[in-house]
C-alpha cells in the first residue's frame, strides 16, 4: 500500500469556496476513479489557509492506472478547469509515502 499526501495553499479567503465545490462536485468523480479516500483536513493553526488531501492505493500502478482513468473523465476535466477559475490554489505538493512495516494501515 502507498499514501498520496497532497498539500494544497491558498489565497487568503478561497478554502471554504474551494471546500464546498471539491465536496459537492469533486469528491464523487474522484471516487469514482481512485482507491481509498483517508481524508481532507483543513490547518487551523501553523500554517493557514492549508488543506491537506489523502489517497490510498495499492501501489504505483494502482495510483497511475486509477489517476489516467480519472483524467480521462470529461466531468473531472470540467470540475478542474472549473477549480482554476476560482484562482484559490497557490501551491500544490504532491508526495508519495510508504508506510513503515508497524504502521495501522486502512
Not at 509515502?97 to 508497524?102: E, R, T
Amino acid at each position: 500500500m502507498i499514501v498520496e499526501h497532497r498539500t494544497y495553499t491558498f489565497r487568503p479567503g478561497t478554502v471554504e469556496r474551494w471546500l464546498n465545490k471539491y465536496e459537492s462536485e469533486g469528491l464523487p468523480i474522484q471516487r469514482q476513479h481512485l482507491n481509498t479516500f483517508v481524508g481532507l483536513f483543513v490547518s487551523e493553526i501553523g500554517h493557514l489557509h492549508r488543506t491537506v488531501l489523502i489517497w490510498a492505493y495499492d501501489d504505483l500502478a494502482d495510483r497511475e492506472k486509477r489517476r489516467r482513468s480519472m483524467y480521462a473523465d470529461p466531468k473531472w476535466q470540467a470540475f478542474i478547469n472549473s477549480v482554476w477559475e476560482l484562482d484559490a490554489i497557490r501551491i500544490q505538493d504532491v508526495m508519495i509515502m510508504n508506510p513503515a512495516d508497524f504502521s495501522p494501515v486502512p
